[in-house]
């Protein structure tokens, strides 16, 4: 049992530590991952570990906008406007957070074969486990290239983030964009031949390996097979998952049909957007741009969860963001927070549709209003074509993940297209889409570069 607690342990010892460091000594026990019990143990420690940067990618974008209360929390106030320091406080967050979950998955997949697998059933669990723990990787790998990593479309050339495939100690450089997309297509290819089989949203499951691989190939701009990849999953799951019956059960701790992948950590679920809260009586520190809350119509479902009305003598009449920040203003228990969901499968195959030509618009907008049907919401323009069906599509997309930090990544990727909707987000090409890389990262590596518009020494000192 020790040694298994001292698996758990390591990726939070890890955080503080370059991913250069030389730590493998914690992970050379042969008999610390001996059954697949042991394996699922571990796994769930990287789970909980993955950084939980929804809120704060939202705050960036234009999900919000600030009340009386912002100036009272200086740091989200520089969060929100793009002070350099808030996005450096997030950098040394989330990039060390990401390798240590990587680091798990690593040592777990080193150990996996090493497990005497005697029954149908354990060999079915070994096949799964190695199947997360490559998505896993991958999942991890796509969050830090979209936010340390020039966009493909400038470029496949520039660099990208660090590979790591064992638990030995590397001073590597930084790899291309177009390499480190390659690895990640990579890692979900190999989860997708191991004829993963499980369903609990709970965990990466086999849904959860296609729609990442959709995603990530959206990203590539290979539309057609972003597009087949996404749909796939819409022929399987169905439309009737839009209803507004399993809508509502995305934010009342069930499970439902839409769900993919949850983050299903109850005691740091509780805290999952309590930044925004000033007081509960008196009114948060941000509300719902009054333009989009005006976006919902009566019918639409997502209206009731997604925007809070409220009133205050020191605000007026507000509308606050709902889902599981509306969860805590009832005083009901945040049992998970989704992180995939099938919703996001018809906005990967809508958006590559558009972009892949021939007939893919004309299937963009019939998926799309299909989807809106199910919401309750009016559908959009039959006749939309080129740029203005995509703009179309992802403001539909705003509104379905409003709050959920999914606008952060679409500003950056689409940023010629949406342009900078205020001067506070900074325009195409700005250095601060490119987070810092953390200083503890280059100090034992002479190989690690910093972003540009970044000095190396930056805000640590």
Not at 131 to 143: G, M, P, R
Not at 188 to 196: N, Y
Request: aromatic share 12%; charged share 20%; proline share 5%.
């Amino acid at each position: 049992m020790k040694k298994i607690i001292s698996y758990l342990a390591a990726p939070l010892l890890l955080t503080g530590c370059s991913l250069d460091i030389p730590y493998d000594n914690q992970f050379t026990d042969p008999d610390a991952i001996a059954t697949t019990e042991n394996g699922r143990e571990m796994i769930a420690s990287s789970y909980s570990s993955l950084p939980a940067t929804g809120f704060d990618l939202a705050v960036l974008s234009d999900d919000f906008i600030p009340t009386y209360w912002a100036s009272r929390n200086p740091s989200l106030s520089n969060q929100y406007n793009w002070q350099p320091s808030a996005l450096h406080d997030l950098s040394i967050y989330a990039w060390p957070q990401y390798y240590s979950v990587i680091s798990t998955a690593n040592a777990l997949l080193e150990r996996l074969p090493g497990i005497t697998a005697a029954t149908d059933a354990d060999r079915r669990e070994v096949a799964d486990l190695t199947a997360e723990a490559y998505t896993l990787k991958a999942y991890c790998y796509f969050q830090l290239l979209r936010l340390f990593a020039a966009d493909p479309a400038d470029g496949l050339d520039n660099e990208g983030i660090v590979i790591k495939n064992s638990l030995t100690m590397d001073n590597l450089p930084r790899a291309t964009v177009g390499a480190t997309i390659d690895e990640i297509r990579r890692l979900l290819e190999e989860a997708i031949a191991t004829g993963h089989s499980g369903t609990d949203p709970s965990w990466l499951t086999a849904d959860a390996t296609t729609l990442l691989l959709a995603e990530v190939e959206l990203y590539a701009g290979n539309f057609q097979r972003a597009a087949t990849l996404a749909s796939s999953l819409l022929d399987k799951r169905g439309y009737e998952c839009f209803s507004p019956s399993v809508y509502r059960t995305l934010w009342e701790r069930k499970s439902c049909e839409e769900q993919i992948f949850i983050y299903n950590v109850p005691d740091q679920s509780q805290t999952y957007y309590q930044g925004i809260v000033y007081d509960t009586t008196t009114g948060d520190y941000y509300s719902v741009s009054p333009s989009l809350a005006m976006e919902y119509t009566d019918t639409d479902c997502r209206k009731e969860w997604t925007i809070c009305p409220f009133s205050s003598q020191a605000l007026g009449s507000q509308s606050f963001i709902g889902k599981y920040n509306l969860l805590r203003r009832e005083k009901r228990e945040i049992m998970f927070v989704n992180k995939m969901r099938l919703s996001a499968a018809l906005f990967t195959a809508a958006e590559a549709w558009a972009q892949a030509g021939g007939d893919g618009p004309q299937k963009a907008i019939v998926a799309l209003n299909r989807f809106l049907d199910r919401r309750g919401a009016d559908p959009v323009d039959t006749s939309l074509s080129g740029d203005a069906l995509l703009k179309e599509i992802l403001h539909q997309k705003h509104l379905e993940f409003l709050g959920e930090g999914q606008r952060y990544f679409d500003l950056k990727h689409y940023s010629r297209l949406l342009g900078s909707t205020s001067g506070r987000i900074p325009a195409p090409g700005d250095y601060r889409w490119l987070w810092p890389i953390p200083k503890d990262e280059y100090l034992y590596n002479d190989n690690m570069t910093q972003n540009p518009g970044w000095p190396k020494d930056s805000f640590n000192d």
